[in-house]
């Protein structure tokens, strides 16, 4: 049988082009969350609804009522707070932001934050995320985000 050469580089052609076809179906997979979620507009819509919800929720005390660091949540530090959060959030799911506030384990050094709040303030944010119509994929992502802060925010045990 007579191989033509032309016939083997469209074989070989044809097996190339199959990853590269691949590549090109999984392309908005590789978009970034900060992109999925609908980027900076959405994050600071979805920190707003966060912040109003977290700071009347009895669960989280974000105002730190009968600790040694209790927070006055004056219209200004509630504007400074959704800033640094939006930033903070952004930079997180790979905006362009540059987060501008201090690092968690400083801010909330003192404020005896226990496991169980950070959990409240977590379902917080998750009920904010539905509220947008998040879908939980992306949900499940800057839940997960959030969650890697816990080491530096808890400081009371689960029981307390
Ligand atoms: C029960 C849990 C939490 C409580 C009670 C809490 C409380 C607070 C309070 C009272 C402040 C204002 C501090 C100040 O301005 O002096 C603050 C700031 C902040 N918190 Fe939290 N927080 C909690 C969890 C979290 C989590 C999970 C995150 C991360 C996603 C976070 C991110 C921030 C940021 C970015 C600021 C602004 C820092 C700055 O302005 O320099 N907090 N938090």
Redesign the pocket.
């Known amino acids: 049988m007579k191989i033509r050469p032309f016939a083997v580089v469209l074989a070989l052609a044809s097996l190339i082009s199959i990853p590269a076809f691949a590549e090109e179906a999984a392309a908005p997979e590789t978009k970034s969350l900060y992109d999925r979620l609908g980027g900076e507009p959405a994050i600071t819509a979805v920190v707003a609804d966060f912040v109003g919800r977290a700071a009347v929720d009895p669960a989280?005390?974000?105002?730190?009522a009968g600790t040694p660091k209790p927070?006055d949540p004056t219209p200004e530090?509630l504007d400074?707070?959704k800033k640094?959060?939006t930033q903070?959030?952004c930079a997180a799911t790979g905006g362009p932001q540059i987060y501008e506030?201090?690092d968690?384990k400083t801010?909330?050094e003192g404020?005896q934050?226990s496991e169980a709040?950070?959990g409240?303030?977590?379902a917080d944010l998750k009920a904010s995320l539905i509220t947008f119509n998040v879908p939980e994929k992306e949900q499940d992502e800057v839940i997960a985000i959030?969650a890697t802060?816990q080491g530096s925010?808890v400081e009371a045990p689960a029981s307390s």
């Open positions: 989280v005390n974000f105002v730190r927070w530090h400074t707070l640094h959060l903070f959030l506030g201090r968690m801010v909330h404020m934050i709040e950070f409240a303030i977590a959030v802060t925010i």
